[in-house]
């Protein structure tokens, strides 16, 4: 399961921000930071205005700053819905998952 991975799509009101396969999504939820894995259950949420941070499957580590929107998981597919976002920095992660 550790290969495991997810597909995500996130897309701002007036453009496409990214979409690709990842292993982790960490969300600024309403209610505070949450994480997405594959496999987790089917959640609907509203983000807040905060960092975005996507990791994909080759621990590169693609980083955005985004405000309010929502989130909707099913299936293995994210779909990111938020007002706009702006890259803040990809880096890759090494093998213990810090960058």
């Known amino acids: 399961m550790a290969d495991a991975t997810m597909h995500v799509n996130i897309v701002a009101s ?3 921000v990214w979409s690709g396969d990842a ?3 960490t969300i ?3 209610s505070g930071g949450m994480g997405i894995l594959p496999g987790h259950e089917p959640v609907l949420t509203v983000i ?3 960092d975005l941070v996507v990791v994909d499957p080759s621990g590169a580590r693609h980083s955005f700053e985004v405000t309010d929107g929502f989130i909707s998981f099913d299936s293995n597919k994210l779909t990111v819905v ?4 702006r890259s803040i920095s990809n880096q890759k992660l090494d093998e213990s998952g810090i960058g």
Do not use: F, M, N
């Open 14 to 16: 007036d453009h496409p």
């Open 28 to 30: 600024p939820a309403y």
């Open 48 to 50: 807040r205005e905060g």
């Open 82 to 85: 938020i007002e706009s976002a």
């Open 23 to 25: 292993k982790s999504v």
